[in-house]
């Protein structure tokens, strides 16, 4: 692997950050980062993206929300659906 | 304090407590998955009160040889699913044109102050603007990217048990999680681009 490139470096950049890369890709993608301040860039985004959608994204269970699903669940194991145990 | 697995045993023995306590110990972070994969607090609630039901009815089915939990977010993630196929939706735009951008000799064509503008927006974005966007941004993502994606990088779960939960393999879960958080990074970035 002696030409990677951004494009090419950004296919291998889940499996890189998961640990699952071959040590000549590893060696490959990490001699790119040193030299590609826009790579680095990229990463660091790549990287915060989850972050950043998990906290906008973090919905509260309404409490009368929780209440009637445990009504639900407790009335369904009185009355099942006819045909079921 | 008892295992799930030891809890869903006992509730599908008729142990109404275990059951609760089941209920209790999912119930938040189901609610929250189903909000993440469908984008609506009414929907969500609708997944949520659908999962345990199913669950419920199903019980005596769990088989020990997976979490309880792996179990639990499946019927969750087909709830989800489902639940978006029956609901009329207007057709989503893309988020291919937020893929990055590469010159003829394959290097990025924007500077990494362009490219690294994303991990400011919580500054520069109000904070409802910003979980308006994040949940429009995900519910754009291809629909065999969304389950993958909110599962391992939203829910936290390992890519292993991911694969589990959605019969993937973990090298293709991780290729779609990887190809949706490059469209999602590009879809935050361009609400907040630096322009020249």
């Known amino acids: ?85 | 304090m008892n295992s799930d697995e030891i809890l869903a045993a006992r509730a599908a023995a008729g142990d109404e407590t275990a059951l609760e306590e089941l209920v209790r110990r999912f119930q938040d972070r189901v609610y929250r998955l189903a909000y993440r994969l469908t984008g609506d607090e009414e929907e969500a609630a609708d997944v949520l009160q659908e999962t345990f039901l199913a669950a419920c009815r199903h019980l005596s089915s769990f088989r020990r040889e997976s979490r309880f939990s792996t179990w639990l977010y499946r019927i969750a993630a087909n709830a989800a699913l489902m639940n978006r196929r029956t609901r009329t939706r207007r057709p989503t735009e893309s988020l291919e044109p937020y893929l990055p951008a590469f010159d003829e000799n394959g290097r990025h064509t924007a500077t990494p102050s362009e490219l690294q503008t994303v991990c400011r927006i919580e500054d520069l974005l109000d904070r409802k603007a910003l979980a308006a966007r994040a949940v429009e941004g995900i519910a754009r993502l291809p629909e065999s990217y969304r389950a993958p994606f909110v599962l391992r990088d939203l829910e936290e779960i390992p890519t292993a048990e991911v694969g589990e939960i959605l019969g993937l393999k973990p090298a293709t879960v991780r290729q779609r999680v990887h190809r949706a958080r490059i469209m999602l990074r590009g879809h935050l970035n361009a609400l907040v681009e630096v322009t020249p």
């Open chain 1, 1 to 85: 692997m002696t030409d990677l490139v951004c494009a090419s470096g950004i296919d291998l950049l889940m499996d890189y950050l998961e640990g699952e890369l071959s040590a000549d890709q590893r060696t490959a993608i990490e001699a790119h980062l040193a030299g590609c301040p826009r790579c680095v860039a990229f990463v660091a985004s790549y990287r915060e993206t989850p972050a950043i959608l998990r906290r906008a994204t973090a919905a509260k269970l309404p409490a009368d929300l929780s209440r009637s699903l445990l009504a639900s669940v407790r009335a369904a194991r009185r009355d099942p659906p006819p045909g079921r145990s």
